[in-house]
């Protein structure tokens, strides 16, 4: 996280870049290795490192298949639930739901749905689900509030070195803080069972 001194500076940065909230780049982006943190990991590490609510759900309830419709990313329903390695996801329609079962790695937002600007850094900040940008056919997700728009600064950065080095800068922030989820699991879970 930011030290306390830096945060009236981040917010002043965050506020002044003035930038279009939302618009879909299709570029030839190296595949976000770090993207969804859906390889080897357990469920219940997943879920500590994934943006959830209390519950679980991710996204806030918005369907990860919506935001690839004409009119955008529309709220999921509870009938329309699926919990996928740990982590629960709500739908529009049974047809998303389908869509996502049949390759959620597709779906899945990157960096467990933390924002991506954060991520750079090595922070884990929530999003507002509806601040995202989708960038070879990923849905990247954006902080949005009181501190400003950390879209505008990604968009700046994409503008400025190309949304490849832009993602390969936040995949390497992810790598990092799935390690340190890693190593904190596996020492929680070294204390649980005393190996």
């Given at each position: 996280?930011?030290?306390?001194?830096?945060?009236?500076?981040?917010?002043?940065?965050?506020?002044?870049?003035?930038?279009?909230?939302?618009?879909?780049?299709?570029?030839?982006?190296?595949?976000?290795?770090?993207?969804?943190?859906?390889?080897?990991?357990?469920?219940?590490?997943?879920?500590?490192?994934?943006?959830?609510?209390?519950?679980?759900?991710?996204?806030?309830?918005?369907?990860?298949?919506?935001?690839?419709?004409k009119s955008g990313p529309k709220e999921g329903k509870p009938a329309f639930s699926l919990v996928y390695r740990g982590v629960t996801y709500?739908?529009?329609?049974?047809?998303n739901k389908r869509k996502f079962e049949s390759d959620p790695v597709k779906w899945e937002p990157p960096y467990g749905g933390w924002c991506a600007w954060a991520v750079i850094d090595g922070d884990k900040v929530a999003i507002d689900p509806l601040n995202y940008e989708i960038i070879d056919g990923k849905v990247y997700l954006f902080y949005k509030g009181w501190l400003g728009n950390a879209k505008k600064?990604?968009?700046?950065?994409?503008?400025?070195?190309?949304?490849?080095?832009t993602v390969a800068q936040a995949?390497?922030?992810?790598?990092?803080?799935?390690?340190?989820?890693?190593?904190?699991?596996?020492?929680?879970?070294k204390k649980k069972t005393g190996k």
């Open positions: 996280m930011l030290p306390s001194v830096l945060l009236p500076i981040t917010a002043i940065a965050l506020a002044v870049l003035p930038v279009p909230s939302v618009f879909v780049v299709q570029e030839s982006a190296p595949p976000a290795t770090a993207a969804a943190a859906t390889d080897d990991i357990p469920d219940a590490l997943r879920r500590s490192s994934f943006n959830l609510d209390e519950n679980g759900l991710a996204l806030g309830g918005y369907d990860p298949v919506s935001y690839f419709d709500r739908f529009v329609s049974e047809e600064k990604w968009d700046a950065k994409v503008t400025a070195e190309t949304a490849p080095k995949d390497s922030g992810w790598k990092k803080l799935a390690k340190a989820d890693r190593d904190a699991y596996d020492a929680e879970q």
